[in-house]
């Protein structure tokens, strides 16, 4: 199965919402948990969800039960977003090796503090152009923004797979997009901080009524 047949999973209305709901959650998803939020049965859901792992486009693994000893019954099946990207261009495109030259021509010419300013006027141009809320800005450019602490977090890394390769170089790049796109809304730029989880982003926000779609 190629990646345009992957993606092609989920043209099924049912398996996109299981998929969307899946990959929005920071942790595992059961079947039941994932059933109820696209509003379909527990075992449609199952069918839907195993569908998904088989095209690679989420992982399964299997939760022990919390309850111990006899009566505890099999582990849950659980499921999270693949980790590995899929890409589809019509015709093929390869801007991803590109991107790993210009990152390692940077690294090489020691231009740093040039791509970092590159990234904060077009991240200041991003912001102009939308207007805000920051939030809606991220959501459209696959950043995944959710709210937690005090803060506007993103699970998801658009650069994931350039950042694995030079991370340091692509954070620093990352910070400056998004300290432009708050400049280009009119907010402050130190909003944007870099604050690195595990399987996240690592660029967090300050909230205020400036990034949130509320």
């Known amino acids: 199965m190629d990646d345009l047949e992957r993606v092609g999973q989920l043209q ?22 994932a059933a109820e939020a696209a ?3 527990r075992t449609l859901a199952a069918h839907h969800l195993d569908r998904l792992v088989e095209a690679g486009l989420l992982d399964s693994a299997f939760r022990p039960q919390e ?53 904060r006027a077009a991240g200041e141009r991003i912001g102009r152009k939308v207007g805000g809320p920051l939030e809606r800005i991220l959501r459209e450019r ?4 959710y709210q937690e602490g005090g803060r506007l977090r993103m699970r998801n890394c658009p650069f994931h797979v350039l950042a694995e390769d030079e991370p340091i170089l692509v954070c620093g790049v990352n910070l400056a997009l998004c300290q432009g796109m708050l400049e280009g809304i009119g907010d402050d730029p130190d909003g944007a901080e870099l ?20």
């Open 12 to 33: 099924d209305p049912v398996r996109r919402r299981l998929y969307e709901f899946v990959v929005a959650q920071r942790g595992e998803v059961g079947r039941g948990e």
């Open 39 to 41: 509003g379909v049965s």
């Open 67 to 119: 309850k111990k000893g006899p009566g505890s019954g099999r582990p849950a099946k659980v499921y999270r977003r693949a980790a590995q990207e899929r890409s589809v261009s019509l015709p093929p495109r390869d801007y991803a090796t590109l991107a790993r030259v210009l990152a390692e021509t940077v690294d090489l010419l020691g231009g740093e503090e040039q791509a970092e300013k590159a990234a």
């Open 142 to 145: 696959g950043y995944q923004p």
């Open 195 to 214: 604050d690195p989880r595990p399987g996240e982003c690592c660029v967090s926000f300050a909230q205020n009524s400036k990034t949130n779609e509320d």
